[in-house]
């Protein structure tokens, strides 16, 4: 059985024709180069930090013109301006890294200068990667941190996450993969009394579940129902209300499908979970390790879901190497990562687009701004693993991968299809755009972008 698509969000309308871009960062370090790192204590002196003040002041008033002269320039990087470009957000970066504030300041004043917000893919990640260097020149406690590192409002972040929901395969095709192995495992048990309960630990908005619904739905009859429990671990009880709201409204208009919610705060014992006999249950891992503050934290919550000796475990996290090592070296990966999503953008939504700005500014560009300006030390920084390390982590607290189904990567390449709707072009899956494709001997699936892999689905089984 397949999963049904089912995304309840409403569709956008068809828009028109944008080229597709292709950027290809071509970065060469310079290894004799002697790292001279210095902490930014530096600033406590009171002329460094009133120096750094003026200078970032400058900086937003130019970071100003350049927001309202976005639509004057707007539009394609002529060629090889977006590699030096790039290349100029190395040096940049560089320079931070040194605390050399009149090298950074130099540098910044030239990248708002070329940087925009509705230009194309380079210019606009070089925008917000040119901001959290601009924030990381200060202390926390300045006032111009605040206003470089401002947070979107919980209704601008819904609406951004939604935004990226609609139009980009990315989630979809992390939830929909979580789904498929979930079902597939729920009808290998005979004796689970066709109960299925699943023990979500990063619920969010609980965009995962109406697809799951449905597909059980169509299994059932009006006579034999199935019962599905979700047991979600959320972030708030406001958050964990709305999408306890949210699922049951969507499940009422499947009657044959007796559906339950139970919220918990994240912090919560499973001792608090409510278990009935012989349920299939899975753990639901998509997104979530990778907001763990330590190792430690990391190793307890493995330990905790294979106490729950679940049927079936979910990991669906983002591929990279961004953990709190040196800053230019997640800086580097950071810049590779979120180059290949903004370009993916130009594959859904067109450059004027209202909710393309949205999804940039309010979802993405938080994330890069927020990567960039964790300390080393920094226990909140999130844990972007390579699916090898994760791997690694998985059979060391006692797992062993699963063989994913034919049938997921079916369903993979038939999301790209339904999903890449924006540009019309019939480019070589092979070479450009979404891809989608099979890892550690069919035990994993991930979506990449061009060639750079961006999420990857994996599942589990208890030793």
Same mark, same amino acid.
């Given at each position: 059985?397949?999963?049904?698509?089912?995304?309840?969000?409403?569709?956008?309308?068809?828009?028109?024709?944008?080229?597709?871009?292709?950027?290809?960062?071509?970065?060469?370090?310079?290894?004799?180069?002697?790292?001279?790192?210095?902490?930014?204590?530096?600033?406590?002196?009171?002329?460094?930090?009133?120096?750094?003040?003026?200078?970032?002041?400058?900086?937003?008033?130019?970071?100003?013109?350049?927001?309202?002269?976005?639509?004057?320039?707007?539009?394609?990087?002529?060629?090889?301006?977006?590699?030096? +470009? /790039?290349?100029? !957000?190395?040096?940049? #970066? *560089? %320079?931070?890294?040194?605390?050399? =504030?009149?090298?950074? &300041?130099?540098?910044?004043?030239?990248?708002?200068?070329?940087?925009?917000?509705?230009?194309?893919?380079?210019?606009?990640?070089?925008?917000?990667?040119?901001?959290?260097?601009?924030?990381?020149?200060?202390?926390?406690?300045?006032?111009?941190?605040?206003?470089?590192?401002?947070?979107?409002?919980?209704?601008?972040?819904?609406?951004?996450?939604?935004?990226?929901?609609?139009?980009?395969?990315?989630?979809?095709?992390?939830?929909?993969?979580?789904?498929?192995?979930?079902?597939?495992?729920?009808?290998?048990?005979?004796?689970?009394?066709?109960?299925?309960?699943?023990?979500?630990?990063?619920?969010?908005?609980?965009?995962?579940?109406?697809? +799951? /619904?449905?597909? !059980?739905?169509?299994? #059932? *009859? %009006?006579?034999?129902?199935?019962? =599905?429990?979700?047991? &979600?671990?959320?972030?708030?009880?406001?958050?964990?209300?709305?999408?306890?709201?949210?699922?049951?409204?969507?499940?009422?208009?499947?009657?044959?499908?007796?559906?339950?919610?139970?919220?918990?705060?994240?912090?919560?014992?499973?001792?608090?979970?409510?278990?009935?006999?012989?349920?299939?249950?899975?753990?639901?891992?998509?997104?979530?390790?990778?907001?763990?503050?330590?190792?430690?934290?990391?190793?307890?919550?493995?330990?905790?879901?294979?106490?729950?000796?679940?049927?079936?475990?979910?990991?669906?996290?983002?591929?990279?190497?961004?953990?709190?090592?040196?800053?230019?070296?997640?800086?580097?990966?950071?810049?590779?990562?979120?180059?290949?999503?903004?370009?993916?953008?130009?594959?859904?939504?067109?450059?004027?687009?209202?909710?393309?700005?949205?999804?940039?500014?309010?979802?993405?560009?938080?994330?890069?701004?927020?990567?960039?300006?964790?300390?080393?030390?920094?226990?909140?920084?999130?844990?972007?693993?390579?699916?090898?390390?994760?791997?690694?982590?998985?059979?060391?607290?006692?797992?062993?991968?699963?063989?994913?189904?034919?049938?997921?990567?079916?369903?993979?390449?038939?999301?790209?299809?339904?999903?890449?709707?924006?540009?019309?072009?019939?480019?070589?899956?092979?070479?450009?755009?979404?891809?989608?494709?099979?890892?550690?001997?069919?035990?994993?699936?991930?979506?990449?972008?061009?060639?750079?892999?961006?999420?990857?689905?994996?599942?589990?089984?208890?030793?």
């Amino acid at each position: 059985m397949f999963l049904t698509f089912c995304v309840y969000i409403p569709q956008m309308e068809d828009t028109d024709e944008e080229e597709l871009l292709d950027l290809s960062l071509a970065i060469v370090t310079d290894s004799r180069v002697e790292k001279k790192r210095k902490r930014r204590e530096a600033l406590d002196s009171s002329s460094s930090y009133e120096g750094c003040e003026g200078l970032i002041f400058e900086l937003l008033q130019m970071r100003e013109q350049m927001l309202k002269l976005d639509q004057k320039r707007k539009g394609v990087v002529e060629d090889g301006k977006g590699l030096n +470009l /790039i290349h100029l !957000l190395l040096i940049t #970066a *560089t %320079s931070v890294d040194e605390n050399n =504030l009149s090298a950074a &300041g130099e540098n910044l004043r030239e990248l708002y200068q070329t940087a925009c917000l509705n230009g194309d893919s380079v210019q606009r990640v070089v925008a917000y990667f040119a901001d959290g260097l601009a924030a990381k020149l200060l202390t926390r406690k300045s006032p111009f941190y605040g206003m470089i590192m401002k947070e979107p409002t919980p209704e601008e972040e819904f609406l951004a996450y939604t935004d990226l929901y609609r139009v980009s395969p990315y989630y979809q095709f992390g939830h929909f993969t979580a789904n498929q192995a979930i079902i597939e495992a729920f009808e290998e048990e005979d004796k689970n009394n066709r109960a299925l309960h699943v023990v979500d630990f990063d619920v969010s908005y609980g965009f995962q579940w109406p697809s +799951l /619904i449905q597909s !059980l739905s169509e299994k #059932a *009859t %009006s006579g034999n129902r199935i019962s =599905l429990r979700i047991t &979600g671990f959320g972030r708030s009880l406001e958050e964990l209300q709305e999408t306890e709201t949210r699922l049951i409204s969507f499940s009422k208009a499947f009657r044959n499908l007796v559906f339950e919610f139970q919220g918990l705060l994240h912090g919560s014992k499973l001792t608090n979970l409510r278990k009935k006999k012989n349920e299939t249950v899975a753990a639901n891992l998509v997104f979530h390790l990778k907001t763990l503050t330590s190792f430690l934290e990391i190793s307890e919550t493995l330990k905790s879901v294979h106490s729950l000796n679940p049927s079936i475990v979910i990991l669906v996290e983002q591929e990279g190497s961004r953990s709190a090592r040196s800053f230019l070296s997640r800086f580097m990966e950071s810049l590779h990562y979120f180059a290949a999503m903004y370009d993916s953008l130009d594959d859904c939504l067109p450059l004027e687009s209202p909710e393309r700005l949205s999804i940039e500014k309010n979802h993405l560009g938080k994330e890069i701004k927020n990567i960039l300006n964790y300390d080393k030390d920094d226990t909140n920084c999130p844990r972007y693993e390579k699916m090898e390390t994760w791997k690694e982590r998985m059979e060391s607290h006692g797992f062993t991968g699963v063989k994913l189904s034919s049938k997921s990567m079916i369903q993979a390449k038939l999301l790209l299809k339904i999903r890449s709707h924006y540009c019309p072009h019939q480019f070589d899956r092979e070479s450009g755009g979404f891809r989608v494709f099979e890892r550690d001997n069919e035990k994993a699936i991930s979506l990449g972008w061009q060639d750079r892999c961006l999420i990857t689905a994996s599942a589990w089984h208890c030793i």
